[in-house]
C-alpha cells in the first residue's frame, strides 16, 4: 500500500544531501506532494511536483507503478535516486520509458555579476517589450501551449503571485518568451525559461533570464536552475552559472 505523506520531515533521510529544489518544496509543504511505503517509517518515497517525480530509498514496485489519483497528466519525467531505481522503473515501464540525459546545474550563493545582468537586460532589441509577471501575461501563458509551463503549478494569479516571479518579453503585445517559476521553495524558486518558434535565437531568453535573476536577487531568493539540454546549459553559463553534472531521467509516456 502506497500512503501519503504530511510530514515532509520523513523524507529527509531517504532523500539525503540531493541538492533539488524541487524535493525541497515537497518535504516543505510549499508545493507538491510525497508519498511512501509506509505512513511513519518510510523506505521508500516518491516526491512528486509538476512533470517530475523523484525516487528514493529502496527500490518499491509499487511505488514507481503509483499514480495519484489528482494526476490527470499521462508524462512524467520520472528521477531515479541511482540504477537500481532506474533498472526498476525501465523493468515496470519498458518501451514507455525514455531513457535520457539532464544536466545539474551548480548551487552557487553569491555568483552572479548585477553590471552584466542589467547590461543584459539594457541590451533588449527595440520593438520588444520586457515586463514582470502581472495577470494579464499570467492569462496569456496559460493560453499558449509553448508558454503554459511557465504558470502550470500555479491554479490562479494570485497564487502565483504569492510563491512566484516572472520576466517576459512581448512584441505588439503578444508574448514571444519568458522566464518564469516552475516551483517555489523557502529560500528560492526553479527557473521555467523558454521563447516562441520564431522568435528563437535572438537573445531574448538570455533578457528575460537575467531580468528574474536580478528581480530575485532584490528579493533575496535563490533562482536554481536545471537543463533538459545542452542549449539550457549554455545560456545558464552565460547568466553566471556553472555545471555541475549530468544525470539520468525517463520520460514516461502513459503514466
Same mark, same amino acid.
Given at each position: 500500500m502506497i500512503y501519503k505523506l504530511d510530514n515532509g520531515s520523513l523524507a529527509e533521510n531517504l532523500f539525503g544531501d540531493w541538492q533539488e529544489s524541487l524535493l525541497w518544496s515537497c518535504m516543505q509543504g510549499v508545493m507538491g506532494e510525497l508519498y511512501a511505503d509506509h505512513p511513519e517509517k518510510p523506505g521508500a518515497v516518491?516526491?512528486?511536483?509538476?512533470?517530475?517525480?523523484?525516487?528514493?530509498?529502496?527500490?518499491?514496485?509499487?511505488?514507481?507503478?503509483?499514480?495519484?489519483?489528482?494526476?490527470?497528466?499521462?508524462?512524467?519525467?520520472?528521477?531515479?535516486?541511482?540504477?537500481?531505481?532506474?533498472?526498476?522503473?525501465? /523493468?515496470?515501464?519498458?518501451?514507455?520509458?525514455k531513457k535520457v540525459s539532464r544536466y545539474a546545474i551548480k548551487k552557487e550563493q553569491g555568483i552572479f555579476d548585477r553590471a552584466h545582468l /542589467?547590461?543584459?537586460?539594457?541590451?533588449?532589441?527595440?520593438?520588444?517589450?520586457?515586463?514582470?509577471?502581472?495577470?494579464?501575461?499570467?492569462?496569456?501563458?496559460?493560453?499558449?501551449?509553448?508558454?503554459?509551463?511557465?504558470?502550470?503549478?500555479?491554479?490562479?494569479?494570485?497564487?502565483?503571485?504569492?510563491?512566484?516571479?516572472?520576466?517576459?518579453?512581448?512584441?505588439?503585445?503578444?508574448?514571444?518568451?519568458?522566464?518564469?517559476t516552475y516551483s517555489s521553495y523557502h529560500g528560492g524558486i526553479e527557473i521555467e525559461i523558454g521563447t516562441k518558434q520564431p522568435f528563437r535565437r535572438r537573445g531574448l531568453a538570455y533578457v528575460c533570464g537575467a531580468r528574474l535573476i536580478l528581480e530575485c536577487l532584490d528579493r533575496d531568493l535563490y533562482p536554481n536552475w536545471d537543463a533538459q539540454n545542452l542549449w539550457s546549459v549554455a545560456l545558464a553559463e552565460k547568466l553566471g552559472y556553472h555545471y555541475s553534472h549530468t544525470y539520468t531521467a525517463y520520460e514516461i509516456r502513459g503514466f
Open positions: 516518491m516526491a512528486i511536483l509538476g512533470d517530475f517525480a523523484y525516487y528514493a530509498g529502496k527500490p518499491e514496485r509499487e511505488l514507481v507503478l503509483y499514480k495519484p489519483q489528482w494526476r490527470e497528466k499521462d508524462f512524467v519525467i520520472m528521477v531515479p535516486q541511482n540504477e537500481e531505481w532506474g533498472s526498476l522503473i525501465e /523493468e515496470c515501464y519498458g518501451e514507455k520509458a /542589467e547590461q543584459v537586460v539594457s541590451g533588449l532589441a527595440e520593438g520588444f517589450e520586457l515586463r514582470l509577471m502581472d495577470e494579464d501575461i499570467f492569462k496569456k501563458c496559460e493560453a499558449g501551449d509553448w508558454s503554459r509551463d511557465f504558470t502550470a503549478q500555479f491554479r490562479d494569479f494570485e497564487t502565483f503571485q504569492r510563491l512566484g516571479l516572472g520576466a517576459f518579453v512581448l512584441k505588439e503585445g503578444e508574448l514571444v518568451s519568458g522566464a518564469s
